[in-house]
């Protein structure tokens, strides 16, 4: 596959700049959509950045010209301000789909959670973080463009023994619980973009050490 230009956003994020990684390693050239104030990882240095606020149409339009595709890694962090999750997982997704629509980028890929779209679970405690990621979703599943929903499970710092560790792929409201390392979701994100059957769908993650891999393309050919 020839190199493709993918912007990533949040990809100062645990889970972005490992997306951000994965891209490199298989020779695509990520652009990286961060906040003024965003840190990045030493492996991530000499990457294309575009620094912007996602409110500012004018600069993410600039940021996103030219990409072959886009994958939403942003979300809310933890803070005392529960506006967060509206402000970030709805409209800020609504901002980035609003302006994949205007400079023509078709292929989208978001990253939102499992139980996206519940009202009553724990983690709404958060600023009702899940309905409005599932906002977030809508946004994207409304927009006319090539998407596709990843909703993990929760996210671990874990890196070892990965290469054998499966993922459990499902359709949507199959999955309420368990894990997945946050590396186990960068590389899912990045073999969802290159399948093309996993266009217009929301796609649960979670992983296990008992599980074989299997390509999505075939988990998708045979038991979705
Ligand atoms: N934690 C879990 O167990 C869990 C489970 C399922 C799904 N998820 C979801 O998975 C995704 C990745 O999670 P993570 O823990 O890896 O992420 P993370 O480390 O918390 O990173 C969040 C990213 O979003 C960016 N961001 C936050 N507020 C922003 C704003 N107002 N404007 C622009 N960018 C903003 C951050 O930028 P800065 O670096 O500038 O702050 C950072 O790049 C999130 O959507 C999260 O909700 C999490």
């Given amino acids: 596959m020839s190199p493709r230009t993918i912007a990533i956003s949040g990809a100062s994020g645990k889970t972005g700049y490992r997306i951000a990684e994965d891209l490199l390693q298989r020779g695509d050239q990520p652009r990286l959509l961060l906040r003024p104030a965003s840190q990045l990882p030493e492996s991530l240095q000499g990457c294309d950045q575009r620094r912007l606020e996602l409110s500012d149409a004018v600069a993410l339009d600039d940021a996103l010209t030219g990409v072959d595709g886009l994958v939403i890694a942003t979300g809310a962090r933890p803070s005392v301000d529960l506006s967060g999750p509206m402000r970030v997982d709805a409209w800020g997704v609504q901002r980035q789909v609003e302006s994949c629509r ?27 973080i899940l309905v409005w990621k599932r906002v977030g979703e809508r946004a994207l599943e409304r927009s006319g463009l090539d998407w596709t929903v990843i909703r993990p499970g929760g996210l671990s710092e874990r890196e070892e023994g990965l290469a054998s560790e499966g993922i459990l792929w499902t359709g949507p409201d199959a999955q309420t619980s368990n894990a997945i390392p946050r590396r186990l979701v960068a590389k899912a994100c990045v073999e969802a973009l290159d399948t093309s059957e996993s266009i217009g769908r929301i796609l649960e993650v979670t992983s296990r050490p008992d599980l074989a891999p299997q390509l999505l393309a075939t988990v998708l050919a045979t038991s979705l």
């Fill in 102 to 128: 205007r400079v023509g980028v078709r292929r989208v890929l978001l990253v939102s959670s499992l139980c996206a779209g519940r009202w009553r679970h724990p983690l709404n405690l958060f600023g009702l």
